[in-house]
C-alpha cells in the first residue's frame, strides 16, 4: 500500500523554515514564514499575552473537553472585535462562529462545508495568494482558479482585471478575498474599491469567503477590519476566517475562528450545526490555552489596552523597517524598490526573481520564498545590513 505514496515536494512555506533550521551558518536570516520578530531577533511573548497567562495558571483550572465549537468567551470576544459588540447582525444571531485552528484550520472547515454544500462549484483566489490557498481548496475538492490581482509593471493591483473576472464567474463561485495586508503582495484595495468589489459579488451571486489573517499590522486594528461591516451591510451571505497568530503573536497555539454570516437566525443555526460536525469528525474539539488567553486580554480593559498600544508598535516598527531597507537599497545604487515602503502587513513582494531568491539562500543564507516574497517583520538592526547587501548583490548579476 505505501509504495503508492510518492515523495512530496517540501512546503514552499514552511519546508523553508525546515530548510532554515538545518542551516549551519550563523548569519542566516529567515524572511521565509509569516513571523514577527523582535529587536533581538526572537519571537516576542506580549505582555498583555504574558499577563493573561499567569492569571490563567495562578487559577489551576482542570483540562476539561471544549465544546465542540470551542469556547464561548473566546467567541464572543473575537465576534466582537470583528463586528462590533453592537453590532446588529450579532443581535439577530445571524453569524455562526466558532473556534479554529488557527487560520489555516477556520478556511479548511470553511472549505469543507463549502464542498459539502456544493461540491461542483469553483473557487477563485488571487493571482498571486498564500502559497496554501490553492493547495487547501483543491484538497477540499474544489477546482481552483485565480482572479486578477497583482499589476507587476504597476506595483499595484490590476483592479480593473480583478472586477472583470469577478463579473464574469459563474454564480455560485466562491470567491477568497483577503481583507488586508495582501499576502504576499501587500497591496490593499481602498475602501471605495471595496465597495465596488462587494457590489459585483453580490449582484453576480458569488460567495465571498474573506481571510483575515494579519489584522492590525496594516493602519489599525478597526482600519484593518472595516470591510467586514461593508460585507455585513450588502446583506449577502459570506465566510470570513480569521488568525490570532499574529496579533497575539500565538503562533503555536493554532488559535483562529470561522464566521460564517447569514440572512437569518433559522440559516445560522442550521449552518453551525453542520460546521460542528465538520469540527467533530476531524478533531473533535480545539484546545484551550489560546482562546482563554485571547479571551482575556480581549475582556480585560487594562490588557486589552496593551494589548493594542503592543500591536500598533509592533506595525509601526515594521514600517520602519521597510524604510530603512529601502534606504539601505538606495545606498549600494538600488533605486527601484522604493516600493517596499508603501506595502502593507508583514511581506514585502518584492520583484526578484525566483533565481534571485535561490541566489540569495544558496550564497548569502538570506531566506525568502522563490516567488520574491519576504517577510519584513523579520527583519532588525542586526540583520539589516546584511540583508540590503545580499539583496544588492543578487540583483547586480
Ligand atoms: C505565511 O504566509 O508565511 C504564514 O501565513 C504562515 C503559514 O502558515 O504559511
Avoid at 480583478?162 to 459563474?170: F, I, P, Q, V, Y
Avoid at 451571486?205 to 461591516?229: K, N, R, S, T, W
Amino acid at each position: 500500500l505505501f509504495d503508492r505514496a510518492e515523495l512530496a515536494p517540501a512546503d514552499p512555506i514552511l519546508g523553508l523554515t525546515e530548510a532554515f533550521n538545518a542551516d549551519a551558518r550563523p548569519e542566516k536570516v529567515n524572511l521565509g514564514v509569516g513571523v514577527y520578530l523582535g529587536e533581538d531577533g526572537k519571537l516576542p511573548l506580549m505582555a498583555s499575552v504574558r499577563e493573561a497567562e499567569e492569571r490563567l495558571v495562578a487559577q489551576r483550572k482542570p483540562k476539561s473537553y471544549l465544546g465542540i465549537d470551542g469556547m464561548p468567551a473566546f467567541r464572543e470576544a473575537v465576534r466582537g472585535l470583528i463586528f462590533g459588540t453592537e453590532a446588529q447582525v450579532l443581535a439577530d444571531a445571524r453569524v455562526a462562529t466558532v473556534q479554529s485552528l488557527g487560520g489555516t484550520g477556520a478556511l479548511k472547515v470553511g472549505a469543507d462545508l463549502l464542498h459539502q454544500l456544493d461540491p461542483e462549484a469553483t473557487v477563485l483566489i488571487s493571482d498571486p495568494s498564500w502559497e496554501n490557498h490553492r493547495a487547501l481548496f483543491t484538497r477540499a475538492g474544489f477546482k481552483v482558479e485565480a482572479y486578477r490581482y497583482y499589476d507587476p509593471e504597476a506595483k499595484g493591483i490590476d483592479f480593473d482585471g480583478l472586477l472583470e473576472d469577478l463579473r464574469a464567474a459563474e454564480p455560485g463561485t466562491i470567491v477568497v478575498l483577503h481583507a488586508c495586508c495582501h499576502n504576499p503582495t501587500g497591496y490593499d484595495l481602498s475602501l471605495e474599491q471595496w465597495d465596488q468589489i462587494v457590489a459585483v459579488l453580490d449582484e453576480r451571486g458569488l460567495v465571498p469567503f474573506l481571510d483575515m489573517a494579519y489584522q492590525g499590522f496594516g493602519f489599525g486594528i478597526a482600519e484593518d477590519g472595516a470591510v467586514v461591516a461593508k460585507f455585513v451591510a450588502s446583506g449577502q451571505d459570506f465566510l470570513l476566517s480569521t488568525s490570532y497568530s499574529k496579533s497575539f503573536s500565538l503562533y503555536g497555539e493554532r488559535i483562529g475562528s470561522l464566521s460564517v454570516v447569514l440572512g437569518s437566525a433559522d440559516s445560522a443555526k442550521r449552518v453551525l450545526s453542520q460546521l460542528k460536525i465538520t469540527i467533530r469528525t476531524n478533531y473533535s474539539n480545539p484546545p484551550t490555552l489560546g482562546a482563554a488567553l485571547v479571551a482575556t486580554v480581549l475582556t480585560d480593559p487594562d490588557l486589552r489596552a496593551s494589548w493594542e498600544t503592543e500591536l500598533g508598535g509592533m506595525r509601526s516598527r515594521i514600517k520602519e523597517l521597510r524604510q530603512v531597507l529601502v534606504d539601505g537599497l538606495a545606498a549600494r545604487g538600488i533605486q527601484d524598490m522604493g516600493f517596499i515602503a508603501g506595502q502593507l502587513g508583514m511581506f514585502s513582494y518584492s520583484g526578484l526573481t525566483k533565481d534571485q531568491m535561490v541566489a540569495l539562500r544558496t550564497e548569502h543564507a538570506v531566506y525568502g520564498l522563490d516567488s520574491g516574497r519576504m517577510c519584513v517583520a523579520a527583519l532588525n538592526t542586526g540583520n539589516l545590513d546584511r540583508v540590503a547587501g545580499a539583496i544588492a548583490s543578487v540583483r547586480s548579476k
